[in-house]
């Protein structure tokens, strides 16, 4: 069937936002190891988005990286996001522990939100105790190596305590090797919540998409265009992070361009529009209810926004 969003909002729910590309780490599983460098946003930038953000309505900043803890300035965007009545998300790889105790000091859970990744076997004291402490968001990569790594055991369970399984993002043919199909991760993720409370599944709504948050996901392709956009530390915008490193994908500056040329931008036309599961796995059991995976890992593989999913269709 065809559907198309005719309920089209001024703005996107949340913006994926990028302070930095600079890390400390070189994760292999990385969506952002492909990028090129950029400058990292200034306080005084970072404040004029913030203003345009809010007069837009857009309560909620997705702030990931590269590190975000790496950007001289974090503290100050806490605290503008803070001040004029926002919410932020901030994901981290827990090396900087000092500082992630002050954010949880000053700022309570229901304005700013930590999620901590746990991809290695062994977490370190410090980062132990800020865990047991403040109890942050903790995450972990879902691939065919490792589920749940060790490193999770002692939380997982524990009151207080959100997990997630995160399902991986591929990059080029020898990640591959290392993803499952989404009908796989689904079900595990499935049996997982059976035995352990405190966990769940983080993945695109271009699968299932999340209409319980967002009921208009039902009419759309995926998110990008509809409730989030992305954005770069030179205040460039893509309908998803995925897209950052094609430029022919670019929608405008914040900055510089009137935020409403950004949201009409035509590229986004596709993503709001849903027209069939393009998937040939048509015997999967999640087939109908889903919308056919990532276009932007299609387009990554294949060159197309129609193709699909990698990761379901390269899987025995």
């Known amino acids: 069937m065809f559907h198309i969003n005719h309920k089209l909002r001024a703005g996107p729910s949340y ?55 790496l950007h001289p300035d ?59 402490t403040f109890k942050p968001m903790l995450k972990s990569i879902y691939s065919k190596q490792t ?26 043919q020898d990640d591959i090797k290392y993803s499952v199909p989404f009908y796989r991760f689904y079900n595990d993720i499935l049996k997982l919540k059976k035995t352990i409370g405190n966990i769940d599944g983080v993945f695109c709504s271009g699968f299932i ?13 995926c998110p990008a265009g509809t409730t989030k956009l992305s954005l770069l530390p030179n205040g460039d915008m893509y309908p998803c992070y995925l897209f950052f490193q094609f430029t022919e994908f670019r929608l405008g500056n914040i900055l510089v361009d009137d935020f409403n040329d950004i949201w009409d931008h035509p590229i986004l036309n596709y993503f709001r529009t849903f027209k069939k599961n393009n998937c040939p796995k048509t015997d999967c059991s999640l087939f109908h209810s889903c919308h056919g995976g990532c276009p932007a890992l299609s387009y990554i593989f294949y060159n197309t926004l129609n193709g699909p999913d990698p990761r379901c269709v390269n899987q025995e």
Not at 27 to 35: A, E, G, K, T, V
Not at 123 to 132: A, K, Q, R
Not at 147 to 172: H, R, T, V
């Open 209 to 221: 998409p999340d209409l319980i948050r967002y009921p208009e996901l039902k009419c759309v392709r």
């Open 15 to 69: 913006i994926q936002f990028y302070p930095t590309l600079n890390c400390n780490y070189s994760c292999p599983f990385c969506f952002n190891r492909n990028l090129p460098a950029l400058k990292d946003i200034d306080i005084n930038e970072f404040h004029n988005i913030l203003l345009i953000l809010k007069h837009l309505g857009i309560d909620h900043i997705d702030m990931l990286g590269g590190e975000p803890s």
């Open 147 to 172: 589920i749940l790594p060790k490193s999770c055991n002692a939380y997982i369970g524990m009151p207080g305590i959100e997990y997630f399984l995160l399902f991986m993002d591929i990059m080029n």
């Open 74 to 132: 974090l503290l100050q965007f806490i605290d503008l996001i803070h001040h004029n009545g926002l919410k932020t998300t901030i994901s981290t790889n827990g090396t900087h522990v000092d500082l992630l105790t002050a954010i949880s000091k000053t700022y309570p859970k229901k304005s700013v939100r930590i999620g901590v990744s746990l991809n290695s076997e062994k977490v370190s004291h410090d980062l132990h105790t800020y865990i047991i």
